[in-house]
């Protein structure tokens, strides 16, 4: 394949009957990386016709999370585009209209048989031992012709071919023969009686006029393929580039499910994970540009995309190792980036302002080098920095006098380094290691009977950023306030 293909026009048809998740996200991916690569276009087309199973807010959903991971799409609702309406509940009209064509070019027909007419012939059949029902008319009992007169609704099938094999060409499996005689698939529905279609007339109409190229979707699709395959051959339209991708899995080998974190992508964003650290790890699932390159730029990602690499295989979702992949993004991200991202759960947790300041921003900017190392979602951010904002909430005696200490000697410990560092005049952390470590060793302590204490009296907790690099940045009079306050709970505690 030539470094720059044809243009492809590929596109995302998402049906609003749930929320975008993380699987099915990895697909959508590949459709945009390969309209991007080829410089072609990607098409957003919301496929609404299935009314019964219709999720409020789905929708909003869908577009949301396609925004905020940042696939944004070239034509399509919100965009619009030459080949509006992209709502399939809007261009029912144009359905109706391709339906009767397959009737009168008679490779489709009317069938005036009813669902429970038609489980009660079924049921008669499995009685005497035959298969059920494949063709739905001209059926005992159902005059089609006097139900056509008195303009009763009806249900427009495919007739499905019965003889002959039907031979369809996947970009990443090859090609495919199907034995017409051995699908004993029942003609499918193209129209309904309630005049909207199903996904297999509406689909591959839209995949026509909307000018689709590549149709690229989960291998899942395969049993029912040939009937796709047959509508555009009924229709007389050349074949799309058919594209079966391979399903995310679990880590057992199943389908990707709730259970294995298959959770919507707007869950995802709002626990902290990076849209660009989403998109790299999706991408190779089930693709790879070499067995050694994982950390790739969006910009490198559509460079080095290619349809050819796509592995047949289902790929594996491992949740933590997209954690992983977060935390390398996120302690590669400049400071004043991360600090605009990390903003808004600080404000909702009451660090700062609902819209902070530049002043605000450019403190957590100051603070933020100093977990930058630890954290892997930006919702952990509270948790590691709170303590920069707000002064511990009460001090834990158990936490604050070191293990095999005394109270009152680390009470002693405390004023003594208080006064030590009051007369500090230089407040950096090359500085304060020098007069703690000096401190330590005039004393004849140990370092933990001295730093713990510390840190404690700082953070209100045993773990935390660097001593020195903490106080620094805290500051003499926070430092020495939070050190005086620290002793004194620890001293009434101990009478």
């Known amino acids: ?232 051959e009924a229709f007389g339209w050349e074949q799309p580039v058919w594209v079966h991708v391979p399903q995310v899995l679990g880590s057992d080998g199943k389908k990707l499910s709730k259970r294995h974190g298959d959770t919507s992508v707007t869950e995802y964003i709002e626990l902290g994970f990076l849209p660009e650290a989403i998109v790299n790890y999706l991408a190779l699932i089930g693709w790879s540009y070499d067995d050694k390159t994982e950390f790739m730029t969006l910009e490198e990602l559509i460079e080095r995309f290619d349809l050819n690499r796509i592995r047949p295989s289902g790929g594996v979702f491992d949740r933590d190792k997209l954690l992983h992949f977060n935390g390398v993004y996120l302690r590669n991200l400049a400071a004043a980036d991360l600090s605009q991202r990390i903003a808004p759960y600080l404000s909702k947790a009451g660090l700062i302002s609902a819209e902070p300041t530049a002043a605000e921003l450019a403190k957590v900017a100051e603070y933020l080098p100093l977990v930058q190392e630890r954290i892997k979602l930006l919702s952990e951010a509270p948790e590691l920095l709170d303590f920069f904002f707000v002064d511990p909430q009460g001090y834990d005696p158990a936490l604050l006098v070191p293990k095999k200490g005394d109270p009152a000697q680390t009470v002693e410990v405390l004023g003594q380094v208080k006064a030590s560092l009051e007369a500090l005049e230089t407040w950096d952390s090359p500085s304060l290691d020098k007069l703690l470590h000096d401190f330590v060793n005039q004393l004849g302590l140990k370092i933990p009977q001295v730093f713990m204490p510390i840190r404690v009296a700082l953070t209100g907790r045993t773990t935390s950023p660097g001593l020195f690099e903490t106080m620094a940045v805290l500051g003499k009079a926070v430092t020495l306030a939070r050190i005086s306050t620290a002793a004194a709970a620890l001293s009434s505690a101990s009478v």
């Open 1 to 232: 394949m030539s470094d720059r293909p044809t243009p492809a026009r590929t596109r995302f048809a998402p049906s609003p009957t749930g929320y975008l998740h993380i699987g099915s996200l990895r697909t959508v991916l590949f459709s945009w990386l390969w309209a991007r690569h080829t410089g072609g276009q990607f098409l957003l087309r919301i496929e609404d016709t299935d009314r019964k199973r219709f999720v409020e807010g789905a929708e909003e959903q869908l577009t949301s999370s396609m925004q905020a991971i940042g696939l944004m799409w070239d034509e399509g609702p919100i965009v619009g585009g030459p080949h509006a309406p992209y709502k399939q509940s809007e261009r029912l009209d144009i359905y109706q209209a391709h339906a009767a064509s397959l009737i009168e070019k008679g490779v489709a027909y009317r069938s005036y048989a009813t669902a429970e007419e038609i489980a009660a012939l079924n049921a008669e059949r499995e009685a005497r031992g035959e298969p059920k029902l494949l063709v739905f008319r001209n059926l005992p009992g159902i005059d089609d012709a006097a139900r056509e007169a008195a303009g009763e609704p009806y249900n427009v099938r495919l007739s499905l071919k019965t003889t002959g094999k039907t031979i369809v060409h996947d970009l990443v499996r090859g090609q495919i023969e199907f034995d017409n005689a051995a699908l004993k698939m029942p003609d499918p529905v193209l129209l309904k009686t309630d005049g909207f279609p199903t996904y297999a007339l509406a689909a591959m109409v839209d995949d026509h006029l909307m000018g689709i190229t590549h149709v690229l979707r989960a291998d899942e699709w395969l049993p029912t393929w040939p009937i796709h395959h047959q509508i555009y």
